[in-house]
């Protein structure tokens, strides 16, 4: 697995996926004021921070460790160096997983995809409210946020699945009484009859979420072995990156590596400075030295 992905951990926003168990089995409020000071969530009351923890080579186990040690901001250094050591939470471990949000799969509620955040985390538009959805047993590739680069495959796979579920009348299995740390439920979303988190494990644009139990979880694995063997998706290796990317809005166009990037759908891609001129961009002045 780390062949397609390895070097791509990502030291940011932690994901909340696992917050709720989290904050019940390990240490309560402080993943919360953890992930609250590095994601620029809610502030939280000051609390004792964790040691850092060590380097793991897992996907899996650097969600745990995001978990428990923050982005590494002067802030969080300083007040790592005054904490005093905290025990590994069984998890890091690798032999111990989280309980499944729930057991026998709730009735699908309809709804409508209302915005989509990245690959596995969504907004849908129910009858009893707006809700957002962190799908359930999957991970996608991290788009870029304030603190990371981002993965192999993450701005792609976020595209992919904006265009494909933005909208889109959709079916979500979850327990809305059951929320993680970012107020998300955790469920398999169904586009036209077909299991979205399925799908992205077929097309090879998502991993198995290894550290959490769920319904689905033999089936999850087998699609991921499958796009694996067949070298789909993030197991076939990075993407293509574009050599310029245009602002579609603004007309600038942008080394990839640029700061200004703009949201993923406002972007496109070009090979070339001469083909991005031809189609009225002009180079933004701070990475590309335009005028
Ligand atoms: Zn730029």
């Known amino acids: 697995m780390s062949e397609a992905r390895?070097?791509?951990?990502?030291?940011?926003?932690?994901?909340g996926y696992l917050g709720d168990m989290w904050r019940r089995a390990v240490r309560p409020g402080l993943i919360i004021a953890i992930l609250g000071a590095s994601c620029g969530g809610p502030a939280a009351p000051a609390l004792p921070p964790v040691a850092p923890a060590a380097p793991r080579p897992s996907r899996a186990a650097t969600a745990v460790?995001?978990?428990?040690?923050?982005?590494?901001?002067?802030?969080?250094?300083?007040?790592?160096?005054?904490?005093?050591?905290?025990?590994?939470?069984?998890?890091a471990r690798g032999d111990r997983r989280f309980p499944a949000p729930f057991e026998r799969e709730p009735a699908p509620i309809?709804?409508?995809?209302?915005?989509?955040?990245?690959?596995?985390?969504?907004?849908?538009?129910?009858?009893?409210?707006?809700?957002?959805?962190?799908?359930?047993?999957v991970d996608t590739p991290e788009k870029e946020?304030?603190?990371?680069?981002?993965?192999?495959?993450?701005?792609?796979?976020?595209?992919?699945?904006?265009r494909r579920l933005r909208g889109a009348e959709v079916e979500l299995i979850a327990d809305l009484a059951k929320r993680d740390a970012y107020d998300?439920?955790?469920?398999?979303?169904?586009?036209?009859?077909?299991?979205?988190?399925?799908?992205?494990?077929?097309?090879?644009y998502a991993d198995v979420f290894r550290i959490a139990d769920h319904p689905?979880?033999?089936?999850?694995?087998?699609?991921?072995?499958?796009?694996?063997?067949a070298k789909?998706?993030?197991?076939?290796?990075?993407?293509?990156?574009?050599?310029?990317?245009?602002?579609?809005?603004?007309?600038?166009?942008?080394?990839?590596?640029?700061?200004?990037?703009?949201?993923?759908a406002n972007r496109e891609p070009f090979d070339s400075r001469e083909a991005a001129t031809r189609a009225g961009y002009t180079p933004h002045r701070e990475c590309l030295g335009g005028g």
């Open 145 to 162: 946020t304030e603190h990371t680069k981002a993965e192999p495959w993450g701005p792609e796979v976020g595209a992919i699945v904006a």
């Open 110 to 137: 309809r709804g409508r995809v209302a915005w989509v955040a990245d690959g596995d985390t969504l907004d849908i538009e129910l009858p009893s409210g707006k809700v957002r959805v962190r799908l359930l047993g």
């Open 6 to 15: 390895g070097g791509s951990a990502s030291a940011g926003c932690a994901d």
């Open 232 to 264: 789909r998706g993030l197991w076939g290796g990075a993407p293509a990156a574009p050599a310029f990317i245009g602002n579609r809005r603004s007309k600038l166009l942008h080394a990839p590596g640029c700061r200004w990037l703009p949201a993923e």
């Open 216 to 229: 689905r979880r033999a089936r999850y694995l087998a699609l991921q072995g499958a796009a694996r063997g």
């Open 184 to 204: 998300r439920v955790l469920g398999y979303v169904h586009l036209d009859g077909e299991d979205v988190g399925a799908w992205l494990l077929a097309q090879g």
């Open 65 to 91: 460790a995001q978990a428990s040690s923050p982005a590494p901001t002067p802030a969080a250094t300083a007040a790592t160096a005054r904490a005093a050591p905290a025990p590994a939470p069984e998890a």
